[in-house]
C-alpha cells in the first residue's frame, strides 16, 4: 500500500444516526485505502438545506466556524462523505471570496475562518488520489454478477463551478470504482436527478413521485440493487420504498447500498464494520448472489 | 389564462432587491424555458421557474413571493448548471425564499415549519437531533402522524438516538444565531 494520505474529516449530523452505516463503512474504507481521516474536533452542523433557504450569511456562519476549526488545527483539506455538507461547506467558501459577503460572515463568528481550507468529497477522494487502478488490485472478493445502478443525487457535482469535480450531467467516478470491484454498471440515465430531497417529512408526494421514478428505471434496467452516496438520497430510496409503493402501487424490492458498503465488501473487509443490517430493504438475497458467482469464478 | 398589466404592478425596488441579494442579473434571462424543461419539481409547481424568473424581470413581487413553487424547489442546481447566460437560478429562487420570510408570505407552511424546526434544534445542541426536530415539527404542524410507518422501521436498527449529541461548542453555535436575529431587527 502507498503512504496514507491525511485529511480532516467532517462526518455531518446524518452519520452520526441515520447514515450511520455510510459513516462506518467511510471509516473502514479509507483506513484500507491509506487515507488517514483526522476528525474535526467538535465540529457543528453545517445547516443543511434548511439554513440556505433561510438566509445565505447564516448559512455561510455555520459552516465557517467548521472552516475555521480545521485551519486552527492546521488542516488544509476536509473531506466530507455528505453531499448536503459538501455543498454548504464549499458554497460558504466559494461566497467568501466576495469580501463584502465574508464581513457579514465574519460578524457573527467567534473566530471567523481565512479561507485556507479546500474541500472535497470522500469520493473525489477515493477517485482522484486512490483511483479504480489501486483500487481494483486491493480487490480479494470482486463482486462479480452483481448488477447496479450507480446514484450520484443532484448535488455532488452541479453547479460544476463551484463544485469542481467529475461531469454534472454524466459523472462517472462511481461507475468506475463498481467497475474495478467487479459489479456490471447497468446505463442509468437519472443519475444526477433528485430524489426528493429533504422533503420527505413536509411533502411526501414529491418524494413518492421522483424517488419513484429513480428506482422504476434501476429496475427497467435490470439492476439488482442502487448504489447511493448521499445520506438523503439513500434514507429517500431505502428506508421510504414502502412509501413509495403505497403511492404508486408498485412492489420495489430494490436493495440501496452506499458506495463505500460495496468497496469494503470487495475488499473483504469485515461486515460488520459495513453495517449491511442497518439498510431498510433487506440486501441479503443479493449479498449471497455475489458470494455464490465468486465461488463459481473461484 | 391570467393576463398581467405588468406597467401597473412593477416594482423596481423588488427587482433591485432580488438582484442585489442573488448578485445576479435576472435581466439576463431571456425566455428560453431550459430550466424549467430540467426542472424535476415542475410537476408540483405552480409556476414554472422561467416564468418566475420572467415576473422576477417585471418586478411582479406579490406574485412571485406568494406562489409555492419557491418553496418547494429543493436547490438540486439543474436550472443553475444548464442557463445558457450562466444565470445561478437556484441562488434567485433560494433569495425568492428569504424575501418570502421578510414579508411574511408563507404559501406552504409545512415547508416552512420543517425549516424551522431543523434551525431551532441546531441552535439548541450545535447539531441536528433527528428525534427532537421530529417531535418539535409535529407539533409546529400538528400533524402528529407524520412517518409514524417510518419508525416501525428505523428504531429497531438503532439508529435513531434518543438523546441529542451535545457538542462543547454549543454556546458558539447559538451566538451565531443570536447575532444573526440581532441584525435582523
Ligand atoms: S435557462 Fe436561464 S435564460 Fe433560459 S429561461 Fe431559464 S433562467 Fe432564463
Ligand atoms: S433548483 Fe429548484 S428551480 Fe432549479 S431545477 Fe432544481 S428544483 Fe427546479
Redesign the interface.
Known amino acids: 500500500m502507498s503512504e496514507a494520505r491525511t485529511f480532516g474529516y467532517y462526518p455531518g449530523?446524518?452519520g452520526?444516526?441515520?447514515s450511520?452505516e455510510y459513516e462506518r463503512s467511510t471509516r473502514a474504507v479509507c483506513e484500507a485505502l491509506g487515507i488517514k481521516l483526522v476528525d474535526l474536533e467538535?465540529?457543528?452542523?453545517c445547516?443543511?438545506?434548511?439554513?440556505?433557504?433561510?438566509?445565505?450569511?447564516?448559512s455561510a456562519?455555520?459552516s465557517g466556524?467548521n472552516l475555521s476549526i480545521a485551519e486552527s488545527m492546521g488542516l488544509d483539506t476536509i473531506i466530507t462523505p455528505c453531499p448536503s455538507c459538501l455543498t454548504n461547506l464549499k458554497t460558504a467558501t466559494h461566497r467568501m471570496e466576495?469580501p463584502a459577503f465574508k464581513q457579514k460572515v465574519d460578524?457573527?463568528?467567534?473566530k471567523p475562518a481565512n479561507n485556507t481550507v479546500t474541500v472535497k468529497s470522500v469520493l473525489q477522494v477515493i477517485y482522484e488520489d486512490v483511483g479504480p487502478e489501486t483500487i481494483r488490485q486491493q480487490v480479494v472478493r470482486p463482486l462479480s454478477g452483481l448488477a447496479v445502478a450507480p446514484y450520484y443525487g443532484?448535488?455532488m457535482n452541479?453547479?460544476?463551478d463551484v463544485m469542481q469535480f467529475d461531469d454534472?450531467?454524466n459523472p462517472i467516478a462511481m461507475d468506475e470504482i463498481l467497475s474495478a470491484l467487479g459489479a456490471d454498471v447497468v446505463p442509468f440515465g437519472l443519475k444526477?436527478?433528485?430524489c426528493?430531497?429533504?422533503?420527505?417529512?413536509?411533502?411526501k408526494?414529491?418524494v413518492t413521485?421522483?424517488s419513484g421514478r429513480l428506482i422504476e428505471l434501476a429496475y427497467a434496467e435490470n439492476a439488482m440493487a442502487m448504489v447511493a452516496a448521499c445520506p438523503l438520497c439513500q434514507m429517500n430510496l431505502d428506508?421510504?420504498q414502502?412509501?413509495i409503493n403505497a403511492a404508486n402501487k408498485s412492489r420495489y424490492n430494490m436493495p440501496v447500498f452506499y458506495y463505500t458498503q460495496l468497496i469494503g465488501l470487495a475488499l473483504g473487509l469485515p461486515e460488520k464494520q459495513l453495517g449491511f443490517?442497518?439498510l431498510?430493504v433487506n440486501p441479503d438475497k443479493v449479498l449471497r448472489a455475489i458470494q455464490e458467482q465468486s465461488h463459481v469464478a473461484q | 389564462m391570467e393576463v398581467i398589466n405588468i406597467t401597473h404592478s412593477y416594482d423596481p425596488a423588488f427587482v433591485a432587491e432580488v438582484e442585489a441579494e442573488s448578485e445576479q442579473n435576472v435581466r439576463l434571462c431571456y425566455q428560453c424555458g431550459n430550466c424549467t424543461a430540467g426542472c424535476p419539481y415542475n410537476f408540483a409547481y405552480d409556476i414554472p421557474v422561467s416564468q418566475i424568473m420572467r415576473l422576477s424581470q417585471t418586478g411582479q413581487k406579490d406574485k412571485v413571493l406568494g406562489c409555492k413553487s419557491i418553496w418547494i424547489c429543493a436547490t438540486c442546481e439543474s436550472c443553475t448548471t444548464r442557463c445558457p447566460n450562466g444565470i445561478d437560478v437556484a441562488r434567485i429562487m433560494d433569495v425568492l425564499r428569504h424575501m418570502a420570510r421578510r414579508y411574511n408570505y408563507n404559501t406552504v407552511p409545512n415547508v416552512r415549519s420543517f425549516v424551522d424546526a431543523f434551525l431551532d434544534s441546531v441552535e439548541k445542541h450545535g447539531r441536528v437531533f433527528e428525534m427532537g426536530l421530529m417531535a418539535n415539527y409535529m407539533t409546529k404542524t400538528r400533524r402528529f402522524w407524520t412517518d409514524a410507518d417510518l419508525g416501525r422501521k428505523i428504531l429497531p436498527k438503532g439508529k435513531i438516538s434518543f438523546k441529542p449529541h451535545r457538542i462543547q461548542g454549543r454556546d458558539e453555535v447559538a451566538k451565531i444565531f443570536e447575532r444573526y436575529k440581532e441584525q435582523q431587527r
Open positions: 449530523c446524518s452520526m444516526g441515520t450511520m467538535d465540529w457543528s452542523c445547516g443543511s438545506t434548511p439554513a440556505h433557504t433561510v438566509d445565505h450569511v447564516l456562519a455555520l466556524r466576495n460578524a457573527l463568528l467567534d443532484c448535488i452541479r453547479p460544476p454534472p450531467e444526477v436527478e433528485c426528493g430531497a429533504s422533503h420527505g417529512i413536509a411533502q408526494d414529491v413521485t421522483l428506508l421510504r414502502g412509501q443490517d442497518k431498510a
